[in-house]
């Protein structure tokens, strides 16, 4: 009888298969989906080198490891995301979380310190990750969502009712039907990518919906609509914070020009434009 593969073994192959792909971190990445097919944590990955790993066990890890190998997002495979304190299931219905949207939540934060039970709705909510945190974050707030999508409503409810938080979810275009100055905050991560430029995304970015995806031929279609929508629909002093492209400070500022104070950018953690915050007067 042969000798059996170890976990060693098979971890030094998958990397090298996944460097042959051409996957970012290919290292980190393998060592991950091998722990999740065997129901690891990724450290034990390290820990059980010479651990012998039976046929259907190296069947199941190449299967995952093909997967990856083919651009499918590692946290499609996965099946979930780390988002600031929670585990968000995610999967091709709704945009994938990313680190880089998790300091909106900050924000958010900071606008309403002080002001109890404030109301707060998430627009284009996807998997729920903004809205959930918040309501997780600060249990006082009455959150709420809305998406045009109903695949993603279903993901966001699913989440919801995972973590146990309480957050009303409906299906709407933007804020269409939300009723005039009852909000104190609006959030948003809204498609804000033009649609020419949505072909030289990398393959794992196309596999997110187009819906959360295109913002049409200048990328601020959508924010067009939101930023009217938000004034409508705010208090006096409500805030509206959104997230948009690295290159689209100065554009979003502009479409803010009446009725609005305390018009700012925020820049991510990497120093790059990234967050709209405005304040209606």
């Known amino acids: 009888m042969p ?29 991950r989906l091998l722990a ?22 190296v069947a199941t890890l190449r299967t995952l490891v093909l997967r990856r190998s083919q651009n499918e997002p590692l946290q499609h495979i996965l099946g979930t995301v780390g988002f600031r304190h929670l585990e968000i299931r995610c999967d091709a219905r709704a945009l994938v979380p990313r680190s880089v949207t998790e300091s909106i939540v900050d924000e958010v934060l900071a606008r309403l310190k002080g002001i109890p039970k404030a ?16 309501r997780h974050e600060r249990a006082d707030l009455r959150v709420t969502g809305s998406d045009i999508s109903s695949d993603a409503l279903a993901l966001a409810r699913h989440n919801a009712q995972i973590l146990g938080l309480w957050v009303p979810l409906f299906q709407a275009d933007l804020l269409d039907g939300m009723k005039a100055q009852t909000l104190d905050l609006v959030v948003s ?5 033009p649609t020419k430029d949505l072909a030289g995304l990398s393959a794992e970015v196309r596999a997110d919906p187009s ?12 924010f067009r609509k ?14 509206l914070l959104a997230e948009h492209g690295f290159d689209q400070g100065a ?9 609005w104070a305390e018009i700012v950018t925020i820049k991510d953690l990497s120093g790059q434009d990234r967050f709209l915050a405005v304040r209606k007067a």
């Open 36 to 57: 999740h097919g065997l129901g690891i944590a990724p450290m034990q990955v390290l820990l059980q080198f010479d651990r012998p790993l039976t046929n259907p066990e």
């Open 3 to 31: 000798d059996l593969p170890t976990l060693g073994e098979i971890l030094k192959k998958s990397e090298e298969f996944l460097v042959r792909k051409s996957i970012d971190n290919p290292k980190g990445d393998a060592r």
């Open 226 to 239: 939101l930023v009217n929508q938000s004034f409508q629909a705010l208090k006096s002093g409500g805030w």
């Open 211 to 222: 819906l959360a995806l295109d913002g049409g031929e200048d990328g601020l279609v959508c």
């Open 119 to 134: 109301l707060v709705h998430e627009v284009g909510v996807g998997t729920g990750c903004i809205a959930l945190s918040l």
């Open 189 to 193: 991560n809204p498609p804000y990518i």
């Open 251 to 259: 554009a979003t500022r502009s479409l803010c020009d009446t009725g």
